[in-house]
């Protein structure tokens, strides 16, 4: 099968769960038999070695919108794909023209208007709030145009129906359980070596987390991997609480090292507040055998009760973060092998895969 993924960011030019899910599934498809092309938004970062070819369309601003279709025209009329796997809904709001015949599968990783509400910008939040009704009608004409929509998690899948009226069908992410393992020389010795990787950004609940290691006991450490446009804000913050040994701010970090990063940690931690729409840092620490504590929020609690109700944090403050994590720490968590073979047996993208073909053939 012939598919052309369809997306505006792809891991790892940006970061992010739906350029991540989108890599990982094309990986996975390839590795099963099937031959994938991305068609994506050119950004600084383009290189990656693992040779799926990609077409970039021209930068916005620096070619007419029109270019967009012309790009899509022309990656169709090369590679002629049974599908088109859309993971965001502006570039094939602008690309794909209304009388295309091939089949259209969508994946809603979370509501753009939402989270364009909410995220970080220099748009006054008014103006993003007058923007956001169109951005809704931009969805969900993509959306309609789509043979199957794919959720990631029931949370979304309820949006998808709760907003547009529409019914999709989940297959969650995935990880890679070949690299993502257990790396047992790294594993911390004594104290609370505690660890979050996040985008710098508000809806993350960094914020909160920070201020929760003041409520915990002196011997907690706390270190978060990451960029984005809160890390002065942070800064301030973690100096101002007198913070600065027990908090660490990492910057990026490297895709081949967080095996590691994961490993060498006794809990990770998800102070996410607002819209997460699956959490594939979730599947990737425990993965590592690290376990995992995380908010109320979106997608989380489906995915911690599978192996700990108590992993869940009953509201995102700081007060409830470090409740739980102090409650969780006195227990026994499974060992690290233990769930990294759960996390595989279910999750591993070449099982997820597998369900996309399936729902692929049934499209045919």
């Known amino acids: 099968m012939k598919i052309l993924i369809l997306c505006d960011v792809l891991f790892p030019q940006t970061t992010g769960g739906a350029g991540r899910v989108a890599r990982e599934l094309a990986i996975a498809l390839r590795k099963l038999g099937d031959e994938v092309q991305f068609l994506t938004r050119r950004t600084p970062n383009i290189l990656w070695g693992d040779d799926i070819k990609t077409t970039y369309f021209p930068s916005l601003g620096r070619a007419l919108l029109g270019h967009y279709g012309k790009t899509f025209g022309e990656t169709i009329d090369l590679f002629k794909p ?16 209304s009388h295309f015949s091939r089949l259209i599968v969508c994946n809603y990783h979370s509501s753009w208007p939402q989270e364009f509400k909410i995220k970080s910008s220099r748009l006054p939040r008014k103006v993003r709030e007058m923007f956001a009704p169109l951005l809704s009608r931009i969805e969900r ?28 069908v989940l297959i969650p992410g995935g990880v890679d ?88 940690a006794d809990w990770f931690v998800l102070p996410t507040v607002a819209l997460e729409g699956f959490g594939l840092v979730i599947l990737e620490s425990l993965s590592c055998g690290t376990p995992v504590v995380g908010t109320r929020i979106g997608a989380i609690p489906e995915l ?21 994590i102090l409650s969780v720490n006195k227990r026994q968590a499974p060992p690290p092998w233990e769930l990294h073979e759960l996390v595989a047996a279910e999750f591993d993208w070449e099982t997820i895969a597998k369900r996309y073909q399936e729902l692929f053939q049934s499209c045919l």
């Open 82 to 97: 049974d599908i088109v796997h859309v993971h965001q809904p502006l570039v094939a709001f602008l690309s794909i023209p």
């Open 141 to 168: 004409q993509v959306l309609c145009r789509a043979a199957r929509i794919v959720a990631l998690s029931e949370y979304s899948r309820r949006q998808v129906e709760k907003l547009y009226k529409l019914r999709s």
């Open 177 to 264: 359980s070949k690299r993502f393992r257990p790396v047992e020389e790294e594993r911390s010795n004594g104290g609370l070596h505690l660890i979050t990787l996040r985008n710098l950004v508000p809806r993350m609940g960094l914020a909160e987390l920070i201020h929760s290691i003041k409520l915990l006991p002196s011997h907690a450490q706390l270190d978060i991997g990451g960029q984005g446009p809160l890390r002065p804000e942070l800064e301030r913050l973690i100096d101002s609480l007198g913070l600065t040994h027990r908090v660490r701010l990492l910057g990026h970090i490297p895709d081949p090292d967080l095996p590691c990063f994961y490993s060498n």
């Open 304 to 324: 911690l009760e599978r192996f700990d109700a108590q992993w869940v944090i009953p509201e995102p403050t700081p007060e409830a973060i470090a409740a739980t």
